[in-house]
T-cell receptor
């Protein structure tokens, strides 16, 4: 069965510092991987996806993610965090025709 | 880009009543839509897949008679929570896949906050 794991419930980082939000996956076949962000009482916003091609994927708001097949990881990164990046982040994988979400990681960026 | 809307954004109802939530794809057609439920500080749980012109497919553990789904047209799916109870209070989110965004991508509605008193 397809699954994703986000090992950290919460990540704290100071503004201006680099941030990483971790995600590992388990799929049969080629993985289709996504990152979404959710602000309070809002729906999900798409950040980026990996389908095929370059392992480093660039997305919205300066975020990027690196697909690592040997480590089955798809960590979300940003070189310099902003306070406005504080939100809930979900890693997701396509399983069949369905999207399977990780548990989510809450990111706090402190000024 | 593609837009998915939900109505209402917030609703408060009394126990025992029914509530209907609408999900619309505004600028594309969606033969399939997904309904999720999200508890506070938790992930999204897929409830069901809504299929235009046929019955919805429910995930294991989701009561189909309680959560009625109707995919009336290529741009509208509705979720009706029947005989609502306080434990049905949650954040409900719909989504729709679209070829406009390329393969395997979904657009999400803004969500509906349901509070049952």
């Amino acid at each position: 069965a397809q699954s994703v794991a986000q090992p950290e419930d919460q990540v704290n980082v100071a503004e201006g510092n680099p941030l990483t939000v971790k995600c590992t996956y388990s799929v049969s076949g080629n993985p289709y991987l996504f990152w979404y962000v959710q602000y309070p009482n809002r729906g999900l916003q798409f950040l980026l996806k990996y389908i095929t091609g370059d392992n480093l994927v660039k997305g919205s708001y300066g975020f990027e993610a690196e697909f690592n097949k040997s480590q089955t990881s798809f960590h979300l990164k940003k070189p310099s965090a902003l306070v406005s990046d504080s939100a809930l982040y979900f890693c997701a994988v396509i399983g069949g025709f369905k999207t399977i979400f990780g548990a989510g990681t809450r990111l706090f960026v402190k000024a | 880009g593609a837009v998915v809307s939900q109505h209402p954004s917030r609703v408060i109802c009394k126990s025992g009543t029914s509530v209907k939530i609408e999900c619309r794809s505004l600028d594309f057609q969606a033969t399939t839509m997904f309904w999720y439920r999200q508890f506070p500080k938790q992930s999204l749980m897929l409830m069901a897949t809504s299929n235009e012109g046929s019955k919805a497919t429910y995930e294991q553990g989701v009561e189909k008679d309680k959560f009625l789904i109707n995919h009336a047209s290529l741009t509208l799916s509705t979720l009706t929570v029947t005989s609502a109870h306080p434990e049905d209070s949650s954040f409900y989110i719909c989504s729709a896949p679209t070829i406009l965004a390329g393969a395997h991508e979904q657009y999400f509605g803004p969500g509906t906050r349901l509070t049952v008193t």
